[in-house]
């Protein structure tokens, strides 16, 4: 693909992160190198770009996806997260600009967005393709999560049942503050905090982390994606939600049950070379790091 026919779309959240700067780096780049940006008209009006024959204007963020080649992501992980939910149907490759906090997906820094970009413009580069976690519930309504779903009440002062089955065989019934079911991707999300294990992404696995449990001995259990994993909420005193990827739901009607597997779907991101996901545990989790030698 020659450098005047690549379009690279970008989407961001600037009510949230500080992309500005972000952005006019990449149209400086753009410009360069005759490579086309695409953005949504209500990101400008935030971020009032220079006028540049290399800027293209969509309606909408899905209109940028459709347009472009590769996609940028300038913002955090719930930029991502924003970005794999309404591209999932049709991907394209996404590199992810940390302008957040952590950024377990935005592995490239505001500093390194020009190299970050040449090699893209290049092609080189790899796909790490994250896969969903798929529920389907008794009505046949799917639902999709590249990091979690979550089963959790309402209110504050009690808590809640919740069982689940995999394969047929009975796990546990949970009696908790809730239930994370979550992909190796979302294993440094909620699931880190609620203290689960970190798991490598492509590990084919499914990850069940009960929040707050009553009995201490309930821990989080990992099992294989390629069977079904079942959970059920019986009637109960305590309003469910039951949400994906932090898209709520409030169940109304008990029981509510699911049947969640690892999705045919996936999620491209770009690993540029020299990237690799333990560095980035390390960095993002300061491993290794004595806080007591580190200058101020």
Not at 59 to 65: A, G, P
Not at 239 to 242: A, D, E, P, T
């Given at each position: 693909m020659s450098a005047t026919s690549l379009n690279i779309g970008v989407i961001a959240n600037p009510k949230k992160y500080e992309v500005k700067s972000v952005f006019e780096t990449a149209l400086n780049w753009a410009e360069s190198k005759k490579v086309r940006l695409s953005v949504s008209k209500s990101i400008c009006e935030l971020l009032n770009p220079k006028k540049s024959e290399n800027l293209i204007f969509t309606?909408?963020?899905?209109?940028?996806?459709q347009l472009s080649?590769?996609?940028v992501v300038m913002g955090g992980d719930g930029t991502i997260l924003y970005t794999a939910r309404i591209s999932k149907e049709a991907?394209?490759?996404?590199?992810?600009?940390?302008s957040g906090r952590l950024g377990f997906m935005t592995n490239t820094q505001n500093e390194d967005l020009v190299e970050a970009l040449e090699q893209v413009r290049t092609g080189n580069y790899t796909l790490d393709r994250r896969h969903f976690l798929k529920a389907v519930d008794k009505s046949g309504n799917e639902f999709y999560a590249l990091n979690e779903f979550l089963f959790t009440r309402t209110d504050t002062t009690?808590?809640?049942?919740?069982?689940?089955?995999y394969?047929?065989?009975?796990?546990?019934?949970?009696?908790?503050?809730?239930?994370?079911?979550?992909?190796p991707t979302g294993s440094t999300a909620y699931n880190l905090s609620s203290g689960g294990p970190i798991v490598a992404p492509g590990s084919g696995v499914i990850l069940l982390t009960p929040i707050n449990p009553h009995t201490l001995t309930t821990r989080p259990l990992v099992v294989s994606a390629d069977k079904a994993l079942t959970v059920k909420?019986?009637?109960q005193s305590s309003?469910?939600?039951?949400s994906y990827d932090g898209i709520v739901k409030e169940v109304n009607t008990l029981p509510f049950q699911v049947e969640i597997r690892k999705s045919?779907?996936?999620?491209?991101?770009i690993q540029l070379p020299g990237q690799n996901y333990f560095d980035t545990l390390r960095k993002k989790l300061m491993w290794g790091q004595d806080s007591r030698r580190m200058k101020n």
């Open positions: 309606e909408t963020d899905q209109e940028t996806i080649d590769i996609v991907p394209k490759p996404v590199l992810g600009v940390n009690s808590m809640i049942n919740i069982s689940a089955e394969d047929g065989a009975p796990i546990n019934t949970y009696w908790a503050d809730g239930l994370l079911v979550a992909s909420v019986e009637p309003n469910i939600l039951f045919k779907i996936a999620f491209p991101l």
